[in-house]
């Protein structure tokens, strides 16, 4: 059970999935491949020939060594992703939570009169929970949020409508100012859209992208936090792959 403060995000704690191989690698038992050239040139048209050629210029041409950056961009991005998942739906929870609590209303997005870009995301959950047939619910409408509506609600212009009466409650764990806490979104969102597109994070410090989330965590609710550390592979990837302690 999670300690008094969390967001009920999570019901359980999962026990930690340590490596027993290479976690970086991609030929595990079973799913050996033999990269002879014939597959090397049918991966680089699966690929593309503009995001293959990103690693192939950071490798000296060498093709098999530009799959093998592929991967391993692939495997820490998978690891990030589980990440990033506790992160996001214990920052919607907690803010639903918090304005629940301000407005006595399950459904406060309704009575709160939000900016225009904030309605129409709105709007635009309740047409997707509509076309599955689905009966709209607060709960079904706050799961189809993007990350960037709730990013967007510490922004300034609902610093005094928002963020001093309410918001800040839900970063209960920390003092924080709304400007804070929005530049702390705006990075980890930039992050996770880079992870959802499939694009290249090997040139960021993902170290330091993975310590923002867990601190970000933490300023909810400090036992989710852990519980992510837990159950995460990122770190033995990151470790793996850059040799080196950066993670705090």
């Given at each position: ?76 991005s998978e690891t990030l992703f589980g990440v990033l998942q506790g992160f996001e739906v214990t920052l919607r929870n907690a803010m639903h939570d918090t304005m629940i609590a ?147």
């Open positions: 059970m999670l300690a008094q403060g969390c967001t009920g995000a999570y019901t359980k704690i999962l026990p930690r999935i340590r490596w027993r191989v290479n976690p970086l690698d991609a030929t595990y038992p079973g799913r050996e491949f033999a990269y002879t050239d014939e597959q090397i040139a049918s991966l680089r048209a699966s690929i593309s020939s503009d995001r293959f050629s990103h690693h192939l210029l950071l490798c000296q041409s060498d093709e098999r060594q530009a799959i093998r950056r592929y991967e391993h961009n692939t495997a820490l301000a407005t006595s209303h399950a459904d406060w997005f309704n009575h709160f009169g939000l900016d225009a870009p904030e309605e129409e995301s709105i709007t635009a959950a309740k047409e997707k929970i509509t076309k599955k047939r689905k009966l709209v619910t607060p709960s079904r409408v706050v799961a189809e949020l993007t990350f960037g509506f709730w990013a967007a609600l510490t922004a300034k212009r609902y610093a005094k409508k928002l963020w001093i009466p309410h918001l800040n409650k839900a970063f209960r764990h920390k003092q924080l100012g709304h400007g804070v806490v929005f530049q702390r979104l705006t990075s980890i969102r930039l992050l996770r859209n880079q992870i959802a597109h499939h694009e290249c994070i090997l040139h960021r410090d993902l170290a330091h992208d993975y310590n923002q989330i867990i601190e970000g965590t933490s300023w909810i609710c400090p036992h989710t936090a852990s519980w992510i550390r837990r159950s995460t592979r990122f770190e033995a990837c990151y470790r793996y792959l850059f040799k080196e302690e950066a993670i705090r």
